[in-house]
């Protein structure tokens, strides 16, 4: 029985917080290889007993181990795979499915919205914050201001924006929005700046406060077998936009 396997298995099992855990872990890959239980108690919230707890459940000594076992599945599943479709086919499929579903015109309106504000000011949670800053390096290439805060600078966010401005966030998956949610609600009903978020999942809650809400293609919702690095997609996506941006100005 695979890592995921035993998670349905005990979901009945799990106290609150242990379902905080599950909900986070459940079939995402990226979260689970590139984090410790460190990272996870910081980021999201929980204590590393309760993650040790959690696994314990699922028949591991703890965090490692478990993480350890999805790394032996998902190579598994490359090895088997590779055989009929390569990683690079599958950036090359990954990428062509970009091309015929991307909303040419909301990337276009993006552009605009970035030359005419004042200030663009860029975020992202973990990983996500590997774009906000391919983005800004891109911008002062255009002379353009562009600022991008860290995770622990987030919070400053109503102090620093205008209404003149415009804040974009990257986020793959959504996780940590819902404690982003109440200050960005708060901030654009007071300040009525920008706010544009480009994503991979396109259910988000907080959709209802963006004036542009960008969703991606990915290998998660995309379904794809193997293990591929989501952050690329974003990366194409500022080249995009960076290449639209160069055109008008």
């Known amino acids: 029985m695979n890592p995921f396997e ?4 005990k979901k009945e099992t799990f106290t609150k917080k242990e379902m905080i855990i599950y ?9 689970i290889l590139r984090s410790s239980a ?3 108690s910081k980021n999201y919230h929980v204590s590393q007993a309760t993650i040790t707890r959690f696994c314990q459940k699922l028949g591991y000594d703890g965090f490692n181990e ?27 499929h990954l990428f062509n499915i970009i091309q015929s579903s991307l909303d040419y015109q909301q990337l276009e309106n993006l552009a605009n919205d970035i030359i005419q504000a004042e200030n663009v000011i860029i975020s992202g949670f973990h990983k996500s914050s590997l774009p906000a800053k391919m983005l800004q390096y891109n911008l002062f290439k255009f002379n353009k201001k562009a600022i991008v805060l860290n995770n622990d600078e987030i919070h400053e966010l109503p102090h620093i924006i205008t209404s003149q401005d415009i804040f974009i966030f990257f986020t793959n998956r959504g996780n940590g929005l819902n404690t982003l949610k109440p200050l960005l609600k708060e901030s654009k009903e007071n300040i009525q700046y920008q706010l544009a978020l480009i994503t991979m999942n396109d ?6 406060y963006c004036d542009q809400y ?5 290998s998660t919702n995309q379904n794809f077998q193997q293990y591929l690095e989501n ?9 995009l936009l960076t ?3 160069a055109k008008k100005i």
Do not use: A, C, G
């Open 6 to 9: 035993k998670m349905e298995l």
């Open 23 to 31: 909900d986070l872990l459940h079939n995402d890959l990226e979260i």
């Open 38 to 40: 460190t990272d996870l």
């Open 66 to 92: 478990f993480k350890f076992d999805v790394f032996r599945l998902e190579k598994k599943n490359t090895d088997s795979s590779l055989d009929n479709e390569t990683y690079i086919d599958s950036y090359i």
């Open 203 to 208: 259910k988000l809650s907080i959709k209802k």
């Open 214 to 218: 960008i969703w991606l293609p990915s």
């Open 231 to 239: 952050q690329i997609v974003f990366f194409l996506y500022i080249d």
């Open 243 to 245: 290449s639209q941006i």
